[in-house]
């Protein structure tokens, strides 16, 4: 597929672990980034609802050497029940204990990667949420190439885990790109079953915002307009029905995770992910 929607960054760091999902207590790297760790690092560098990106090649200039650490991790999770709780009692506040020797702490072992280069390439696309004239690709291509040439981002990205960092830098022509940076050639490797994207890459087209604190104003009015005639009990009911569901407080789609997989391979020194030229697995998809 072609395109002059896409947008290229070079995204390199001293380590790297791109955790493969079946692997369930510790971690185990894939040996080259995923599309959706990929995507990860381009909403860091810039994201906006009205657009998303479609992870179309992954150039491999260093693949890294692989190495294993251990690491203190924590066996429990902070539950948003929990949470509310605390906000609402913090004298009921119950933390986790982390470090070596705490209660909640726990030893693991990582296999990860040392020393990795990559030039990922996107394509840029509009969500169902960019409905204004001023919502339009140059406007994103530009506003990327700027942000990621200067080395801003709304947070700093990482490569598959947090304490990973990764730099980056805006590339106008990533052929060329690659043939500067004397990577060692790849003409050919499977790789098997790699993760596409934790969340269904289908869903990504319907976009999703917080809504301002005056549409959500306007959007009760216009509810509560709707609620005349009634009695005052079934009236009281509606609005407090209405206030408990979150739909009403963003536009767009809320997506739950649904991991999805496919068949990897590298030709040349990159692996080719669009969803329109890779067929995508589900997980709970059934064999046929």
Request: charged residues 30%; glycine residues 6%; hydrophobic residues 40%.
């Amino acid at each position: 597929m072609t395109s002059n929607n896409r947008i290229t960054l070079r995204v390199w760091g001293d380590f790297a672990c791109f955790t493969r999902p079946e692997m369930k207590v510790e971690r185990v790297s894939y040996p080259v980034m995923t599309p959706s760790a990929a995507r990860g690092v381009l909403e860091a560098v810039f994201w906006e609802p009205e657009m998303y990106y479609l992870i179309d090649t992954i150039r491999i200039v260093r693949r890294g050497k692989w190495f294993s650490c251990r690491r203190n991790e924590v066996t429990g999770v902070v539950s948003i029940d929990s949470a509310k709780q605390w906000m609402k009692s913090p004298e009921k506040v119950s933390p986790i204990h982390a470090g070596g020797g705490a209660p909640d702490g726990t030893q693991r072992n990582m296999l990860a990667l040392e020393a990795v280069e990559y030039l990922v390439t996107a394509e840029v696309r509009l969500s169902d949420l960019a409905d204004r004239s001023r919502c339009n690709i140059p406007k994103y291509l530009e506003q990327i190439r700027r942000r990621a040439g200067s080395g801003k981002c709304f947070f700093r990205p990482y490569l598959g885990v947090r304490e990973f960092a990764a730099d980056f830098d805006f590339v106008d022509d990533p052929e060329a790109a690659f043939a500067a940076s004397g990577a060692e050639p790849i003409p050919y490797e499977p790789l098997g079953l790699i993760l596409y994207d934790v969340f269904d890459w289908r869903q990504f087209p319907k976009g999703f915002k917080w809504l301002k604190p005056e549409d959500l104003a306007v959007a009760r009015a216009r509810f509560e307009a709707g609620l005349l005639g009634l009695k005052k009990g079934e009236k009281t009911k509606a609005l407090k029905d209405y206030d408990a569901n979150p739909a009403h407080r963003f536009a767009g789609n809320a997506i739950v995770p649904k991991p999805s997989f496919f068949q990897g391979e590298i030709r040349n020194n990159a692996m080719h992910c669009h969803p329109d030229d890779v067929k995508i697995l589900f997980a709970d998809d059934k064999e046929d």
